[in-house]
């Protein structure tokens, strides 16, 4: 079976939308979940988080950073194309209840899926803030989108080129002190922040996690993006340790409480196959440079 690609967007430098014509995917998946795709059948199995989804449509929605060859070889393909594999919808599905207020934060790539979250927690009755941020204004991307659906919205940018000039946990921090500084001067009894739930680099996710020490009735969630193969549970890939105790990102999570996730192991982990990830694209380049390369090996 071939999946057949039907929207394809630049919607930040080098970052992609693409649609996919997939029925069944369509129909069973949900915010928090994720993707497995090849491009043929030698290709290397690309993780993608699912950035939108419609039943109605038979599509599923991703956004590609064009880092490595594999990403690079899936981004240069056209609407009308095919892939050979798509995998899912898998991992565990967001935690999404009524809680009070919610505070959605996505860096970089990472506000694609945190969108679909805004709505499922929306619909479950929940004041969305809604935070996202990158290093400048020419790789932000969906803000209308995002903003349209939250009920609060801010933007951040690390050269200040959009927004708030510094990072998505600064903007964070200030809310989070204003409420606390309301309950401290008791112009407002109970808490509405009730989680964060941040989604983007995992030095962000660390940074925002140490944060939250300062708020210990708040909820923090995380989305590990950890080295992943099978996305089933076999291959062990995505290991990471949580609370102490060995964990499978593909199938524990991707989601887990943040003060219990053990960060440097997974930035260590991240490391393992950084040359040869580094010396694949550089050679992908020079063979496109060269007016060889294509969408298959």
């Not at 071939?2 to 029925?23: C, L, N």
């Not at 993608?48 to 594999?70: C, P, R, Y």
């Not at 990471?240 to 989601?255: A, H, M, N, R, T």
């Not at 943040?258 to 991240?270: A, E, K, Q």
Request: hydrophobic share 40%; with cysteine.
């Amino acid at each position: 079976m071939s999946y057949k690609i039907v929207e394809k967007e630049e919607v930040a430098t080098d970052t992609f939308k693409m649609v996919f014509e997939a029925p069944d995917i369509a129909a069973a998946a949900k915010a928090g979940q994720f993707l497995i795709v090849r491009i043929d059948e030698r290709g290397e199995r690309i993780p993608l988080t699912i950035a939108d989804f419609s039943s109605d449509e038979n599509t599923v929605t991703t956004v590609i950073q064009a880092l490595g060859k594999s990403t690079k070889k899936l981004t240069k393909m056209n609407v009308g194309g095919s892939i050979s594999d798509i995998a899912g919808p898998l991992g565990t599905p967001a935690d999404v209840k009524q809680l009070g207020t919610v505070v959605l934060v996505g860096g970089g790539v990472g506000i694609a899926p945190i969108y679909p979250q805004i709505s499922a927690y929306k619909n479950a009755g929940n004041r969305v803030v809604s935070i996202i941020g990158a290093r400048n204004k020419d790789l932000l991307f969906w803000e209308e989108r995002v903003k349209d659906a939250s009920d609060e919205y801010f933007v951040a940018t690390d050269d200040g080129s959009k927004g708030h000039h510094g990072f998505v946990t600064e903007v964070l921090k200030n809310i989070l002190d204003e409420e606390k500084e309301k309950i401290e001067n008791k112009t407002l009894e109970n808490p509405k922040i009730k989680r964060v739930v941040v989604i983007g680099p995992p030095i962000l996710m660390k940074v925002a996690t140490q944060m939250m020490n300062e708020y210990p009735d708040v909820e923090i969630i995380v989305s590990m993006n950890t080295m992943m193969v099978d996305g089933t549970g076999m291959c062990g890939g995505c290991r990471l340790i949580v609370d102490g105790k060995v964990k499978f990102s593909c199938v524990d999570g991707p989601e887990f409480d943040g003060r219990l996730v053990d960060f440097n192991t997974v930035m260590n982990r991240l490391t393992i196959y950084k040359r040869e990830e580094i010396e694949r694209a550089e050679k992908y380049k020079k063979e496109c440079e060269g007016g060889v390369c294509s969408t298959l090996d």
